[in-house]
């Protein structure tokens, strides 16, 4: 016979779950139109259908994979589009991890990102900016080629794709945890090894951004058997807003820099941060708005190609230290962002690797262990596994790693 204090107890928790799905199915955010289960277990907030759909078979693919590694049974999230500074500034993220949603994640058009540089150029150089500068700004848009667009739609959907597998995977390993964009690249409230993470993320969204320069550099690549046990290298987030733009490629932030775009820049061309616009050689002469400077902000007044570091923009780093690695633009990165892209491209090949080699069934049993604590080495070093040899390991992993190209789908940019 059940207790009365138990019975009460489960008659609240089933009348909190059937509020919490009210809750969702009633919310309501300004300047949105709601689109619910667009993507299972996924409600999109856009101005118009045509703004979600970018985003519909990326996410839709990503749920799907960690189906297969999770079940069926995933944390609820909502995901905004923001086409205009208002739609932006209207999010508000607790309101709508209140409203019953564990997770919930923002993006922006290229449209907004253009609207937020010239604020801050404005910001740091007042009402002295070039008229030219600010006609090109304003006429971006609407003047980018349309393949360019489609191709930073793609590269933006892609690394929401990853954001929506950190956030489902650390709310349903970690249930008291309410997920929101400033967290994208927090994985200290993750149970799982670092290194799980980025893997189950990448093999999520289908993504490996960081393969290419791992196959450059494997002879400076760290030990597998460390890889399994480290944190993910430290890289300070550059400026950016809601986990976009953020500095260092790999899985946080867009793929390949700052705002979502190729080389980390607006479509157009081989500079960085704000040197592509299109329209000849980068847009501006040496990459950059007029004045000098090059990558990034370069050429703005002030000194330093106009701000510290040269450019806050996603531009020119500086250097902190430790050799360069063998990469285009590898000047441009600093010593943590190269260490992050290795550990990127380890943990996520990795992972891929063992889909292969083991199968999807002792994935999930890997899986399992770590969520309950237990260290990768323990569960991959069993002898019906891998073994304890990780230099056999790491060798046959390197010649997969070598084995592989863009043909399969890994490190498309």
């Given at each position: 016979?059940?207790?009365?204090?138990?019975?009460?107890?489960?008659?609240?928790?089933?009348?909190?779950?059937?509020?919490?799905?009210?809750?969702?199915?009633?919310?309501?955010?300004?300047?949105?139109?709601?689109?619910?289960?667009?993507?299972?277990?996924?409600?999109?907030?856009?101005?118009?259908?045509?703004?979600?759909?970018?985003?519909?078979?990326?996410?839709?693919?990503?749920?799907?994979?960690?189906?297969?590694?999770?079940?069926?049974?995933?944390?609820?999230?909502?995901?905004?589009?923001?086409?205009?500074?208002?739609?932006?500034?209207?999010?508000?993220?607790?309101?709508?991890?209140?409203?019953?949603?564990?997770?919930?994640?923002?993006?922006?058009?290229?449209?907004?990102?253009?609207?937020?540089?010239?604020?801050?150029?404005?910001?740091?150089?007042?009402?002295?900016?070039?008229?030219?500068?600010?006609?090109?700004?304003?006429?971006?848009?609407?003047?980018?080629?349309?393949?360019?667009?489609?191709?930073?739609?793609?590269?933006?959907?892609?690394?929401?794709?990853?954001?929506?597998?950190?956030?489902?995977?650390?709310?349903?390993?970690?249930?008291?945890?309410?997920?929101?964009?400033?967290?994208?690249?927090?994985?200290?409230?993750?149970?799982?090894?670092?290194?799980?993470?980025?893997?189950?993320?990448?093999?999520?969204?289908?993504?490996?951004?960081?393969?290419?320069?791992?196959?450059?550099?494997?002879?400076?690549?760290?030990?597998?058997?460390?890889?399994?046990?480290?944190?993910?290298?430290?890289?300070?987030?550059?400026?950016?807003?809601?986990?976009?733009?953020?500095?260092?490629?790999?899985?946080?932030?867009?793929?390949?820099?700052?705002?979502?775009?190729?080389?980390?820049?607006?479509?157009?061309?081989?500079?960085?941060?704000?040197?592509?616009?299109?329209?000849?050689?980068?847009?501006?002469?040496?990459?950059?708005?007029?004045?000098?400077?090059?990558?990034?902000?370069?050429?703005?007044?002030?000194?330093?190609?106009?701000?510290?570091?040269?450019?806050?923009?996603?531009?020119?780093?500086?250097?902190?230290?430790?050799?360069?690695?063998?990469?285009?633009?590898?000047?441009?990165?600093?010593?943590?962002?190269?260490?992050?892209?290795?550990?990127?491209?380890?943990?996520?090949?990795?992972?891929?690797?063992?889909?292969?080699?083991?199968?999807?069934?002792?994935?999930?049993?890997?899986?399992?262990?770590?969520?309950?604590?237990?260290?990768?080495?323990e569960y991959l070093g069993k002898p019906d596994v891998l073994g304890t040899d990780f230099a056999k390991i790491e060798e046959d992993w390197a010649a997969w790693v070598k084995a592989q190209d863009q043909a399969a789908g890994y490190g498309r940019n």
């Amino acid at each position: 016979m059940i207790r009365r204090p138990v019975l009460a107890a489960f008659v609240l928790a089933a009348a909190c779950s059937v509020h919490l799905a009210g809750a969702q199915e009633t919310a309501s955010f300004k300047y949105f139109t709601a689109f619910r289960n667009a993507v299972p277990g996924i409600d999109f907030f856009a101005s118009n259908r045509a703004a979600v759909a970018p985003y519909e078979k990326s996410a839709a693919e990503a749920i799907g994979r960690l189906q297969g590694l999770f079940g069926k049974d995933l944390p609820r999230g909502a995901v905004f589009i923001c086409s205009t500074l208002a739609q932006k500034d209207a999010v508000y993220e607790p309101k709508v991890l209140r409203s019953g949603y564990k997770w919930t994640l923002t993006a922006v058009t290229a449209d907004v990102q253009a609207q937020e540089m010239m604020a801050r150029m404005k910001s740091q150089m007042g009402d002295d900016i070039p008229a030219e500068i600010r006609d090109r700004m304003q006429r971006m848009s609407k003047d980018m080629p349309k393949d360019m667009m489609a191709n930073a739609e793609k590269q933006m959907a892609a690394t929401m794709a990853q954001q929506i597998a950190h956030a489902v995977v650390q709310t349903l390993t970690n249930k008291e945890l309410q997920f929101r964009s400033s967290r994208v690249e927090d994985m200290g409230k993750s149970p799982l090894p670092d290194w799980l993470d980025i893997g189950i993320a990448s093999y999520a969204s289908g993504q490996n951004t960081a393969i290419q320069y791992l196959k450059q550099n494997m002879d400076q690549s760290f030990p597998i058997e460390d890889v399994l046990s480290m944190a993910r290298p430290f890289v300070a987030s550059a400026v950016g807003a809601n986990g976009m733009g953020r500095s260092g490629g790999g899985n946080g932030g867009f793929p390949g820099g700052s705002g979502g775009f190729p080389q980390g820049g607006f479509p157009g061309g081989g500079g960085r941060g704000m040197g592509d616009f299109p329209g000849g050689a980068n847009g501006f002469p040496q990459g950059g708005f007029p004045g000098g400077g090059g990558r990034g902000m370069g050429g703005f007044p002030g000194g330093a190609n106009g701000f510290p570091q040269g450019g806050g923009m996603g531009g020119q780093r500086g250097q902190r230290g430790g050799s360069q690695r063998n990469m285009p633009n590898a000047s441009n990165m600093s010593k943590d962002e190269q260490d992050r892209m290795l550990f990127d491209g380890q943990s996520s090949s990795f992972f891929l690797y063992l889909l292969e080699k083991l199968g999807v069934d002792r994935v999930r049993a890997l899986l399992a262990e770590a969520q309950e604590g237990k260290e990768s080495r323990e569960y991959l070093g069993k002898p019906d596994v891998l073994g304890t040899d990780f230099a056999k390991i790491e060798e046959d992993w390197a010649a997969w790693v070598k084995a592989q190209d863009q043909a399969a789908g890994y490190g498309r940019n």
